[in-house]
């Protein structure tokens, strides 16, 4: 077998939807065998997101799901509980990277901090992903791809007939602010 870049790291992802996903799935397709965890009984909401296959919603047809999670294992897993925080912990034990995109304040309540889990692992690397930072006032607040996209500038670029600025911002297709959100932590993971 032809060997690839992340040959050898093992990565944990702990997050769903877009960005999460795209930032392990970079990271699987240089190599990295990535373990994805989902809910259990709900899993990834990309799951409930279209295309589907046939025009017919199933949570194993979404076209979405499926490209964001290809090269990767998966497992359910609530680490809420007891079990599964134990298992959880176990697999930060065999990673060397963890990828998540929880709320800091959840974070917190789950108990798995990076302070936290730097003492399981000491030589974890743990890209958290989130729209406003780990700290500060607006840590705790919830946004969207809307939310990052415009507020990286890039609705104000996309008008390539509007140097000026003058023309009001748009908004791309699809979700653009979450897979640049992506690609940053991929590329700060790295």
């Known amino acids: 077998m032809t060997p ?5 790291i093992k990565v944990l992802e702990f997050a769903s939807f877009v960005s999460g996903p795209y930032c392990s799935k970079l990271l699987a397709d240089l190599g990295a065998e990535v373990i994805k ?3 259990p009984g709900m899993g990834d909401e990309a799951r409930c997101r279209g295309p589907f296959l ?8 979404s076209g979405l799901f499926l490209y964001l999670n290809t090269n990767k294992k998966g497992i359910t897993l609530d680490p809420k509980t007891k079990t599964g925080k134990k298992i959880f912990l176990e697999l930060v034990k ?3 990277i963890l990828i998540e995109d929880k709320s800091p304040k959840e974070v917190e309540e789950l108990g798995l901090t990076y302070e936290k889990l730097k ?3 000491p030589s974890l ?3 958290s992903i989130t729209p406003f930072g780990q700290f500060g006032p607006y840590r705790d607040y919830k946004a969207y791809h809307v939310n990052c996209y415009h507020a990286a ?3 104000y670029v996309t008008p390539s007939n509007a140097p000026n600025m003058e023309q009001a911002p748009v908004m791309a297709g699809g979700f653009a602010g979450d897979y640049a959100c ?5 590329m700060a993971t790295l």
């Open 153 to 155: 500038g890039i609705g």
């Open 119 to 121: 003492e399981v692992n």
């Open 54 to 61: 046939d025009d017919i919603p199933h949570p194993e047809r």
């Open 4 to 8: 690839t870049a992340l040959d050898g």
């Open 94 to 96: 065999w990673a060397d």
């Open 37 to 39: 965890i989902e809910r």
């Open 182 to 186: 992506g690609v940053s932590a991929a």
């Open 125 to 127: 690397i743990m890209t």
